[in-house]
């Protein structure tokens, strides 16, 4: 499903600064963050460990905690969810959009109460969320997380990227992501210049200059190598994300028609990240079964909505029903969609999957 990647530059990159002696909060993380915040349209950004630390700390920036409640979507990653029962509030689960997959506006209001203190909208596979959401949490006194783990360079409808549209935004540098830092890594951003200087300080224990501690932090750092190589990253990013395009408009071309499948949506005038192609496919286990024949990877995103998860057995959501969660989580099919394949590959993709849903 994805090829990390590696090459002389990143390797340059790295070895100059394990050689500088400076690992830890030095010049890179300071310039990748500083860097990464120009490309998100954010005022602020600074790197962390990993995409799950990063929303953690975006709840604690919003002083959410106990008491308080966070509309979630259940179809996504774990994490989304999990942050909030760690940072001891209370997540509530919402349904998604039909058609993109997103949350969805009607559902957040239905989920509403005077307890709502946030959302953390999931830019799902790297399609971006709607444009309605940041009104409507404005309206509404809500703070906006962005669950931008997917999404490095997705541009919503108002021409903003990911990472330049909530309150916070988290992305996740995990091996798999369009955007990787040769390990874990994540990165908070923030269009709010209030949080900016805090954001630097929670992931330093909360400390300032003189290193006296004003809130609860913890060491949440990334390494000095992995902000490195993220720099190097980050500037082939958009050619990266040129290519995923490219793939995602053959498999469009090419599937368009078929029987048995729906295709992804991309929400008009916008720019999807496509960190996964997914179809949502009527037997999903006939299908993984003849990629798996051809030696193409496939995976089911998300087979069991967070809501109904083991974790969460004790949630007043656990037998809760989310229509059209329920009805699509078991049934998305992922394909290789990474920029690394080569145009022999996609076309042994696309024939793999016309044969198998023609037969």
């Known amino acids: 499903m994805a090829r990390p990647s590696w090459d002389d530059e990143m390797r340059q990159a790295a070895m100059k600064t394990l050689d500088s002696l400076h690992w830890v909060k030095g010049p890179q993380g300071k310039a990748f963050g500083s860097e990464f915040a120009t490309y998100s349209d954010a005022v602020q950004g600074t790197p962390c460990q990993s995409g799950s630390v990063a929303l953690w700390a975006a709840l604690r920036l919003l002083e959410i905690g106990p008491g308080d409640e966070v509309l979630v979507p259940s179809l996504t ?63 509404h ?44 890594g994540g990165m908070m ?23 006296e501690s004003h809130e609860v932090g913890s060491n949440l750092r990334m390494s ?74 496939s995976r089911v995103y998300y087979a069991t909505p967070i809501h109904r998860q083991q974790v969460y057995a004790d949630h007043p959501q656990f037998a809760a029903e989310l229509p059209i969660t329920d009805s699509i989580a078991h049934r998305l099919v992922a394909i290789p969609v990474h920029h690394q394949l080569s145009e022999a590959e996609v076309q042994h993709i696309v024939q793999t999957v016309c044969g198998i849903l023609t037969a």
């Open 77 to 139: 990653y774990i994490a989304t969810a999990t942050c909030v029962s760690l940072a001891g509030a209370t997540p509530v689960f919402v349904d998604v959009e039909s058609d993109y997959w997103c949350m969805d506006l009607a559902a957040l209001e239905a989920a509403r109460t005077p307890n709502t203190k946030a959302i953390i909208a999931v830019h799902l596979f790297g399609q971006m969320c709607d444009d309605d959401l940041v009104k409507w949490c404005d309206d």
């Open 141 to 184: 006194g809500i703070a906006y997380i962005e669950d931008a783990a997917q999404a490095h360079g997705a541009v919503a409808r108002n021409g903003k990227k990911a990472g330049g549209i909530g309150d916070v935004a988290c992305f996740s540098f995990f091996p798999s992501k369009n955007l990787a830092v040769g390990g874990e």
């Open 189 to 211: 951003t923030t269009r709010r210049t209030d949080l900016a200087a805090r954001m630097d300080a929670l992931v330093n224990h909360g400390r300032d200059a003189r290193l």
């Open 224 to 297: 000095e190598v992995s902000a490195a190589i993220g720099r190097v990253q980050l500037k082939r990013l958009d050619r990266w994300l040129v290519r995923r395009r490219e793939i995602a408009a053959t498999y469009h071309a090419a599937f368009e028609g078929l029987n048995g499948i729906l295709l992804p949506r991309v929400r008009p005038d916008t720019k999807h990240a496509w960190h996964q192609y997914c179809l949502l496919v009527e037997d999903p286990d006939a299908l993984r079964a003849g990629l798996d024949q051809a030696n193409i990877d």
